[in-house]
């Protein structure tokens, strides 16, 4: 109940009670009490009386009389004998009533102040269980709706295979599901069944969620999308019970598709993770599980779902029958980019400097999500400074915002912090300059940024790899040695700004020798303990399956490779002391150089 109609129930429970006790006033309450003296002076007026009664008391002849003037006023006097008072009266010649002795007036008097009360505090409390009733129906029907499914349902869905830039694979492997439901009797015919479930697997950003909203609009049917944590709750069964709604849901309404985003909430491995199993989401997959693949088939359902986790999912959910399909969504290449950034500039007026095929080629390791934010931060940026269209010194603006952060203008650094940023941004750079699998330089800047960085360096790779080769993460190693090296060229002493490149250096440094097989002295033996099992469940602790003798030997290879590259780069960088100079000096003065400007100091 609304705390508008208990405040209206309260006041209609105070304006009974009022009423009942005034109709219980007997009428004499409200005369008006008078003296004696009075009385004698109102009785010598008998003009001016309308009517006299007289009450007598039970037993004695003490009484009462009430006057009733001719204004309709009354008065009311008591007096000692109404016997005496009738004689008077009819020896002046007044008129009078005498009212007849009332044998139950006590009793009157004293029960029914006490049925008064019984009556009020039974209004109360019949009012209080009406309120009460109220509230427990209320509480049963959000009960009721407890336990059923919170899934969206989209039924007027215009987003088609149009609207998805790139993903050609993807949206040709999905396509064979857009014909079945549109229609399923050629399959059938054939004796093939369609896919029970589809599953899509990818990195954040890439679009999984956008391509199953396309497959629904493309096929024009109804689309129940649902989050997997909206299954689970703090009560026992009531994913489960939300699991049976969905289905049963989207069974009145086959053909339809329906959408679990982020699977991983619902559908992790069973009997894992340090306090064990989980029983309410064990029991909600259960649920799932029989719906997809048990007793009673699903004709005419298409259950997609979209995780970036699939190494963590139970194998029983993946498994044909159920997840029949995986669909693995990954990042855009150079065509893709360039498509999904058209796609994403429609709406947005450019300017005839902006290149987006350019742009694409320069944002090798985006996602479809990236573009989008780094074409509506570009716009932004035009829109703050009132321009009319976006150009490319918005999107470079943009490019830094977005990959490294907000540049920190105002801060104020000493001259001594200044040089020694600029003397290890150059030392980057240089390698960048030198090391083609690992270049070219885009922009170098001293100005700090938001991540908490005294500067930047940004190199541009015009190409997508697919595989990394050892001469590759040698020359990543290298180039980010470069500032701690012209630090130490320049400078009497070494700071800890290149702290975050020696983790670098040393996670690559590892990986090549414990996971890759690039080590000559520990062969092709994957040495990496998979840190992420303890957490996962798949472990109770960290183990490892090697002895002391193969770490010290890992160790030893580790510091062999780190040596090497840094002494490759150090020559790389001696061999250029004179740009290393001058670009100090520029940066310095500029606090900002763009690729092309710091490549023409190499002439």
């Not at 896919?195 to 954040?204: D, H, S, T």
């Not at 007793?295 to 995780?307: E, W």
């Not at 109770?540 to 040596?563: F, P, W």
Request: hydrophobic share 40%.
């Amino acid at each position: 109940m609304t705390k508008r109609s208990i405040k209206i129930q309260w006041m209609f429970t105070i304006l009974i009670a009022v009423m009942l006790v005034l109709l219980a006033m007997p009428f004499e309450m409200f005369s008006q009490k008078i003296s004696n003296d009075s009385l004698r002076n109102y009785l010598s007026k008998p003009e001016n009386i309308s009517e006299i009664n007289i009450n007598q008391n039970a037993e004695v002849p003490t009484g009462s009389v009430t006057i009733v003037l001719n204004n309709n006023d009354s008065v009311r006097a008591f007096v000692p004998d109404v016997n005496e008072l009738s004689q008077t009266l009819d020896e002046a010649g007044i008129d009078y009533y005498m009212n007849d002795v009332s044998q139950g007036g006590q009793i009157l008097a004293i029960v029914l102040p006490v049925i008064l009360s019984v009556g009020i505090v039974g209004f109360i409390i019949v009012m209080l269980n009406m309120r009460a009733a109220g509230q427990n129906s209320g509480m049963n029907v959000r009960m009721m709706n407890f336990s059923k499914s919170r899934a969206r349902l989209s039924v007027d869905n215009k987003l088609t295979f149009k609207n998805v830039a790139g993903l050609y694979e993807e949206k040709e492997e999905l396509g064979e599901v857009v014909e079945f439901l549109k229609n399923p009797m050629k399959f059938r015919d054939m004796g093939a069944r369609i896919p029970k479930g589809i599953i899509l697997v990818g990195v954040p950003g890439t679009g999984k969620t956008l391509l199953a909203k396309a497959v629904a609009g493309e096929a024009d049917v109804p689309f129940y999308s649902i989050s997997g944590s909206d299954f689970v709750e703090m009560y026992v069964g009531v994913g489960a019970a939300r699991v049976r709604d969905l289905f049963a849901e989207a069974k009145a309404n086959a053909p339809c598709i329906v959408f679990i985003d982020e699977i991983d909430a619902v559908a992790r491995r069973r009997g894992t993770g340090l306090g064990g199993s989980h029983d309410e989401r064990e029991q909600t997959l259960n649920q799932l599980l029989v719906e997809m693949d048990g007793f009673t088939p699903n004709q005419g359902i298409i259950v997609m779902a979209a995780t970036n986790r699939a190494d963590i999912l139970d194998p029983a959910i993946l498994r044909p029958g159920r997840f029949d399909r995986k669909v693995t969504v990954g990042k855009p290449d150079v065509k893709a980019r360039k498509e999904i950034l058209e796609l994403h500039a429609k709406n947005k007026p450019l300017s005839e400097d902006v290149d987006l095929l350019k742009i694409a080629q320069t944002t090798a390791g985006f996602t479809g999500a990236d573009l989008e934010n780094l074409l509506n931060e570009a716009a932004i940026e035009a829109a703050a400074h009132n321009k009319k269209k976006i150009g490319r010194d918005d999107i470079d603006s943009a490019f830094i915002k977005t990959g490294i952060g907000t540049e920190k203008r105002s801060k104020v650094i000493s001259d001594r912090d200044k040089r020694i940023t600029a003397y290890h941004e150059t030392g980057h750079a240089i390698l960048f300059h030198e090391l083609e699998d690992v270049g070219p330089v885009h922009m170098i800047s001293i100005i700090p940024t938001g991540e908490g960085a005294a500067g930047y360096t940004m190199p541009l790779p015009d190409k997508d790899d697919m595989m990394v080769t050892k001469g590759q993460l040698k020359h990543m190693m290298m180039a980010a040695m470069g500032g701690r090296i012209a630090e130490e060229l320049v400078c009497d002493d070494i700071t800890t700004g290149a702290s975050q490149d020696i983790r670098q250096v040393t996670k690559i440094a590892r990986a090549m020798v414990m996971q890759y097989g690039m080590s000559e002295r520990i062969g092709m033996i994957n040495y990496d303990d998979n840190g992420d099992d303890v957490f996962l469940g798949y472990d109770i602790a960290h183990s490892r399956s090697y002895g002391d003798e193969i770490l010290s030997l890992i160790d030893e290879e580790v510091k062999s490779l780190v040596d090497e590259c840094y002494e490759k780069a150090k020559e790389i960088i001696l061999a250029h002391r004179d740009v290393l100079e001058k670009s100090c000096e520029l940066l310095i003065e500029r606090e900002r150089l763009t690729g092309d400007e710091f490549n023409k100091l190499f002439d």
